[in-house]
């Protein structure tokens, strides 16, 4: 069984680019979560895809947007990219099954970002 | 709102200590609980969750963590340290809704001195 992989590792942007990052969800789950990490701090929650539809965001611009693909893939897009987006973005996949009962979160490595 | 708070940002403990790492939650519903790992340049490592079975849950690498709905807390102990242990470890909480969102607390540096 494949776990969640993230690519690219690293990634170095200047500010107001815009950067787009991967992730492979493990086989058989239907739903990925993003959340970023800063640097000294606990991974904060961006939104979540279920079935290729954005099902619920946390507290980010609408400049962080994503794609969830048939394959259960997905991307994280950040356009006009800021300092402050420099950290540690991380994929989570699940299964979700209904709206009742727990769905583990399968964390991948992360993706570092670097804003100059 | 739920929160997640964890007292002490950094805790030393010497090889074979005991290893106490405090949580604690502010939910408006029982919620589900979970204690992750984290080592240095990787992604998160599931250590235990609780989701309303037996509140002393025991987890991998030897943790264990114990509900306290009175106390609104979910500590993470270990009866002796080991210098692998050294990491960040961080409490978080997630709430059924039509989605799932972990929040997570701001973390704990463990450090374990030989």
């Known amino acids: 069984e494949t776990g969640v992989t993230q690519s690219p590792t690293h990634l170095i942007k200047t500010r107001g680019q815009q950067v787009t990052l991967r992730c492979s969800s493990q086989?058989?789950?239907?739903?990925v979560s993003w959340y970023q990490q800063a640097l000294g701090q606990g991974p904060q929650f961006i939104f979540q895809?279920?079935?290729?539809?954005?099902?619920g965001r946390g507290n980010f611009p609408p400049r962080f947007s994503g794609l969830q693909f048939p394959n259960y893939s997905s991307e994280l897009n950040v356009n006009a990219l800021e300092l402050d987006d420099s950290a540690l973005y991380l994929c989570?996949?699940?299964?979700?099954?209904?709206?009742?009962?727990?769905?583990?979160?399968?964390f991948g490595p992360g993706t570092r970002l670097t804003v100059l | 709102a739920q929160s997640v708070t964890q007292l002490g940002s950094h805790v030393s403990v010497s090889e074979g200590a005991l290893v106490l790492l405090r949580c604690n939650y502010s939910?408006?519903?029982?919620?589900?609980l979970f204690w992750y790992v984290q080592y240095p340049n990787q992604g998160l490592q599931l250590l235990l969750k609780?989701?309303?079975?037996?509140?002393l849950v025991k987890g991998i690498n030897g943790f264990e963590a114990e509900f306290k709905k009175s106390e609104t807390s979910f500590h993470l102990t270990k009866p002796s340290a080991h210098m692998s242990d050294a990491a960040e470890y961080f409490c978080?909480?997630?709430?059924?809704?039509?989605?799932?969102?972990?929040?997570f607390g701001p973390g704990t540096s463990l450090s374990v001195i030989p």
């Open positions: 609780y989701t309303s079975a037996a509140t």
């Open positions: 939910s408006s519903v029982p919620p589900y």
């Open positions: 978080a909480v997630s709430l059924k809704t039509s989605y799932d969102k972990v929040i």
């Open positions: 895809y279920y079935r290729e539809e954005e099902n």
């Open positions: 989570a996949s699940s299964y979700l099954a209904g709206t009742s009962g727990y769905n583990e979160q399968f």
């Open positions: 086989s058989g789950h239907n739903t």
